[in-house]
């Protein structure tokens, strides 16, 4: 559905760089979470990809379309869900559904349809003649999410769709964008919320500083924690040295950190049957977790960047 | 509906939501209006009409003190006052310090040797006449004193003045024709109207262009087209405020996605706020028309050509506008906005002629006005409902203030295009 081919842009001519020699392939009906801090480069992304800004350098291609060549043709097939909220607060929610369909110029009877769906989709209906400034944070949401719905988008762009809403409404818009892809839609998303991208999304891509830190299906992403793939061993208090001695000379493994011992492997049950006789052999160096991968998106994220979203 | 029709019915929608937004656009303006009007009434009364209080002390009595006190009573545009025999007896000092304190705008003192002096010059002219020696020393004495209040204007000291010369003037005509003639003596109604200062009549006109009778300006004709230029202007504060609330809350960047074009954006903004200042300039016209009188103040004359005033009208609004998306796409916060356009429009009403009319501004300071739009527009309207022209008086200055509204929208489209390549 979408094929970047080193996507490079920079806002000035001799400026830091937004994004460089971005490579993405993101299939037809998926799921793609966008991940990175403020500043990382995930808005210009989407910016370039829904045609709203130009780029330096490189391919881009959606839906079969050439960006360079027929940026007409992707808008009319992308729909976009900003993370403000994109509306008329002293319009009822059909009067400003009514209103962007007009303008990306649906008809009726094909405007009423369209607006009818859109209600259905966010259970919106119950709704349509309030004023949209009078609904709930989690209504607001929902009503920002049919506006992107109008025009029936083949590539639906979700920026921070869940911000500031309920737990309920967060689980609502959550189940429509699955819902959503089970029809065949494919769907960007960037959020802060890492427990809802490893949730809701297929794959993923980390973006740092302009460029794809790591990017696959999720399951795969966390299975391998990023690297290849490794049993993680996690001590309550820093392993002592006969027992690092024991575990290097047994294992390619490394102690990364001070509690932590990384063992490289394929198979995880076998590496587990050599590994437990010399813990056995070191009772004094109690054993806090064995795992496999990663536990978390979050996990992932941190150990990829160092820092989390939030700073 | 094509896209453009679509936004421009969004836009009035919003607008006709927003009560509160409207009726400041619309109270405002009728608000200064009345208040101004009222406010200015006297001032521009003066122009035409001079009514002046003065106080009468006369330390003299005689038979001429007698006669000017009738004359300076019997005159429409001045109210005689007359001390109390107590006031009248305080000193030039007290007296001064009490005109200063409390009025009226004048007091005429007329010293005991009043008679004299007017004798001794009457006697002065008659040796002349009669056998051509030199007035004497006395004729160069001050008849009277005339002490002004702080806050008399130059205008009113010098009609005050004038009429003062005239009318003792008349007392030594009569008084040296009854020399001449004896019998035509104190009452003769004749001799009275043919040295009238009224019985020299001229033909006066003010220069209007129309065929109506015009009118001498008023407050109400001042004050109704400049406060109408100012609240037309005033659009700038919505106008930005609302697109820059737009911009920031991605409704127009949701927009630019579904491929209608930055200067569609714009422009859509034009057409509702139009209708907004023409129906502001409607009702501020029927403010003047009806309620200004009402309350006790001049009735504003609109002239005769009312497509004059649509077309100036018009020209007024798309320079408002114009300059109104120009300071939205320029600025990047609504605080930034409203600051922004306030100000400019204070310069733009302060140089217009808004605040001061243009008339009573120096010379060298009415040059400056051709800066603002709202001088333009101030002249044009005074086109038509001051010098009562007809429609195509107003040409120019409509046809600059299109030109200006036009060249700003086409500048706010081209910054906002920029700023979102």
Not at chain 2, 148 to 175: D, K, M, N
Not at chain 2, 185 to 205: K, Q
Not at chain 2, 304 to 320: D, E
């Amino acid at each position: 559905m979408i094929r970047l081919e080193g996507l490079t842009k920079s806002y000035e001519p001799r400026g830091p760089v937004a994004l460089e020699g971005i490579d993405l392939a993101i299939p037809q009906g998926s799921i793609f979470g966008l991940l990175g801090q403020n500043g990382a480069g995930k808005t210009t992304l989407l910016s370039i990809l829904t045609g709203l800004i130009g780029k330096d350098r490189g391919q881009v291609h959606v839906g079969g379309h050439d960006l360079d060549r027929e940026p007409r043709a992707i808008k009319a097939l992308t729909g976009f869900v900003p993370q403000e909220l994109a509306f008329y607060p002293m319009l009822t929610v059909r009067e400003n559904l009514a209103f962007y369909g007009g303008a990306m110029g649906l008809k009726p009877p094909r405007l009423g349809e369209r607006i009818a769906l859109g209600l259905s989709i966010t259970a919106l209906e119950d709704h349509a003649h309030r004023k949209a400034g009078v609904l709930s944070g989690g209504l607001k949401r929902r009503l920002n999410l049919a506006i992107g719905l109008l025009n029936s988008p083949r590539l639906l762009c979700l920026d921070e769709p869940t911000v500031g809403v309920d737990p309920a409404s967060r689980r609502f818009i959550l189940e429509s964008v699955a819902r959503l892809r089970e029809e065949g839609m494919t769907i960007v998303y960037t959020s802060h919320y890492m427990d809802e991208v490893q949730q809701v999304c297929d794959r993923v891509a980390i973006i740092h500083r302009g460029r794809i830190l790591i990017e696959g299906a999720m399951n795969d992403l966390l299975a391998s924690g990023g690297e290849d793939k490794a049993l993680r061993v996690r001590f309550e208090s820093p392993p002592s040295a006969p027992l690092a001695r024991a575990l290097e000379q047994a294992f390619p493994a490394r102690v990364g950190s001070e509690r932590e011992a990384v063992i490289p492997c394929d198979d995880p049950v076998e590496t587990l049957a050599r590994l437990t006789p010399l813990l056995a052999a070191n009772r004094g160096d109690r054993v806090a977790s064995i795992a496999y991968g990663l536990d978390s998106l979050e996990d992932l994220f941190l150990r990829l960047t160092g820092r989390d979203l939030g700073d | 509906m094509g896209p453009f029709t679509v936004l421009v019915k969004k836009e009035l929608l919003v607008l006709s939501r927003d009560r509160l937004g409207l009726a400041v656009l619309f109270l405002m303006p009728a608000l200064f209006i009345l208040i101004m009007s009222l406010a200015l009434q006297d001032r521009f009364q003066e122009l035409n009409k001079v009514t002046l209080e003065v106080l009468w002390v006369d330390h003299d009595g005689g038979a001429f003190a007698k006669r000017l006190e009738e004359r300076l009573a019997g005159t429409p545009e001045i109210t005689l006052r007359r001390d109390t025999p107590a006031q009248g007896a305080e000193s030039g000092e007290a007296l001064i310090a009490r005109i200063a304190r409390e009025g009226p705008a004048i007091a005429l003192v007329l010293p005991g040797g009043f008679e004299g002096k007017l004798r001794a010059r009457l006697d002065a002219v008659q040796g002349v006449a009669g056998s051509g020696e030199t007035g004497s020393e006395k004729t160069e004495d001050d008849l009277a004193t005339l002490i002004y209040a702080p806050t008399l204007q130059a205008s009113s000291r010098a009609f005050f003045l004038g009429h003062l010369r005239q009318a003792i003037s008349r007392l030594l005509v009569r008084e040296l024709f009854s020399g001449l003639a004896p019998g035509a003596g104190e009452g003769d109604e004749t001799l009275e109207r043919l040295l009238a200062p009224g019985s020299l009549r001229f033909s006066e006109r003010f220069a209007f262009q129309g065929t109506r009778s015009g009118q001498a300006m008023t407050s109400v004709q001042q004050s109704v087209p400049a406060w109408l230029v100012f609240s037309m202007f005033f659009v700038v504060i919505p106008i930005s405020t609302a697109f820059i609330v737009e911009r920031q809350q991605g409704s127009l960047l949701r927009l630019r996605l579904m491929n209608i074009h930055t200067f569609q954006l714009v422009a859509a903004k034009v057409l509702p706020y139009y209708l907004v200042n023409i129906t502001q300039m409607v009702l501020m016209l029927l403010v003047g028309v009806f309620a200004v009188p009402a309350i006790g103040g001049d009735q504003l004359v609109l002239g005769g050509s009312y497509g004059g005033l649509w077309l100036i009208g018009s020209g007024t609004s798309v320079a408002a506008i114009g300059f109104a998306l120009l300071v939205s796409t320029l600025a990047t916060t609504s605080v930034q906005a409203t600051t922004a356009a306030g100000a400019f429009n204070l310069v733009f009403g302060a140089l217009g002629g808004i605040m001061v009319p243009k008339v009573v501004m120096p010379t060298a300071m009415q040059a400056w006005t051709v800066v603002s739009p709202m001088a333009w527009a101030m002249e044009g309207f005074l086109d038509i409902i001051l010098r009562q022209g007809a429609w195509h008086e107003a040409l120019p200055e409509a046809g600059a203030l299109f030109l200006f509204g036009l060249a700003c929208i086409v500048l706010a489209s081209a910054v906002f295009h920029r700023a979102n390549a």
